[in-house]
Nanobody, 126 residues
């Protein structure tokens, strides 16, 4: 069973950037997809970005398209989320997640992921 550990969260001002990292014991190659999922206070979990292992295709929720980029380094066994032009509405706990079963990834459903890290807080505020 993979263990996921996120890092890189923090407090930034609107318009600034952050890069989140997620280390995986054993790496990500055994999983159908990996993702960054966030949850803001009082809101449901939202899949922000998904990396499809089968073909390398990535999916993004509309609110982050053009600003966020998901990537992986399988040699380092790490997943990244580069977040640019951050907005106050991006404030949330961000979780790294992996899926051991195949799903229709374009649905962007957080419930498709069955392994989760502990989360890292991202706060965007002036």
């Amino acid at each position: 069973q993979v263990q996921l550990v996120e890092s890189g969260g923090g407090l930034v001002r609107p318009g600034e950037s952050l890069r989140l990292s997620c280390g995986a014991s054993g790496g990500f190659l055994d999983y159908y997809a990996t993702a960054w999922i966030r949850q803001a206070p009082g809101k449901e979990r939202e899949a922000v970005a998904i990396f499809n292992q089968a073909d390398g295709v990535t999916y993004y929720t509309n609110s982050v398209k053009g600003r966020f980029t998901i990537s992986r380094d399988d040699d380092k066994k790490e997943l990244y989320l580069q977040m640019n032009s951050l907005k106050p509405e991006d404030t949330a706990i961000y979780y790294c997640a992996a899926a051991s079963l195949w799903h229709e990834w374009k649905r962007m459903d957080p419930n498709d992921f069955n392994f989760w890290g502990q989360g890292t807080q991202v706060t965007v505020s002036s």
